[in-house]
């Protein structure tokens, strides 16, 4: 892991190239396990229309969507509890969070060919205090990122295999998204694709 100094963008901190080709490859291991015992599934809007990427999540709670609304919920939509978030994954949250509770949600998505994810802020959290950490993973991603109003100015940056953002502070409720992946650009997985990961603290302590 590269502790390298990030790039600041709008607040979003880029750590660029901050996991190692093996590093990258164990990581692929892990969320092999978690998918197994978590299969991806393909999420509705509350609208009703299908997103474009799968997910599925690892931790206390995972968030999930359907025609009911967004939220976060103990449970695999099969009923079962999700898997452990795995160590390699909490390693790097430690690494540059700079939080000292660790986060109780992994969300996963996959983007195959045309996948997508419109602009969007994360506030489905019971606490904005916590950072999000955001680990990519294959293919080139094209990220956007913007400020906390809608319809602000955006800048963009491709988002390679092994780069890092964390999104605190002033860009915790910042809009962001992905245009596009650039399909088969990575060989890290053999089947091309993209998945990020999203590490947040959902659960406010303060409440319980
Ligand atoms: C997300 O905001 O949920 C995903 C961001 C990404 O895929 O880089
Ligand atoms: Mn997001």
């Not at 690494?95 to 994360?122: I, K, T, W």
């Not at 990519?136 to 390679?160: H, Y």
């Not at 997985?189 to 409440?207: A, E, H, S």
């Amino acid at each position: 892991m590269g502790a390298l100094k990030p790039l600041e963008i709008r607040g979003f901190q880029v750590f660029k190239g901050f996991l190692s080709p093996e590093e990258q490859s164990a990581l692929v291991e892990d969320l092999r396990n978690v998918a197994e015992s978590a299969p991806f599934f393909a999420p509705m809007t509350p609208s009703g229309k299908k997103m474009s990427v799968k997910m599925t999540s690892a931790g206390e709670l995972g968030w999930v969507t359907d025609r009911s609304g967004y939220r976060y919920q103990a449970n695999h939509p099969n009923g079962q509890s999700w898997p452990d978030i795995p160590k390699t994954v909490l390693s790097i949250w430690q690494a540059v969070s700079g939080c000292a509770r660790l986060p109780d949600s992994c969300l996963v998505n996959f983007y195959g060919e045309g996948a997508r994810m419109g602009l969007h802020q994360d506030k489905d959290e019971g606490c904005f205090d916590v950072p999000v950490v955001s680990i990519s993973l294959g293919d080139d991603a094209l990220f956007r990122m913007g400020g906390a109003e809608k319809g602000g100015k955006t800048d963009s940056i491709w988002l390679n295999s092994g780069d890092v953002v964390v999104m605190g502070g002033a860009a915790r409720l910042a809009y962001h998204g992905v245009d596009r992946i650039r399909f088969g650009s990575s060989s890290l997985l053999p089947k091309g694709g993209r998945i990020n990961i999203t590490l947040r603290g959902v659960d406010d302590p303060r409440q319980d």
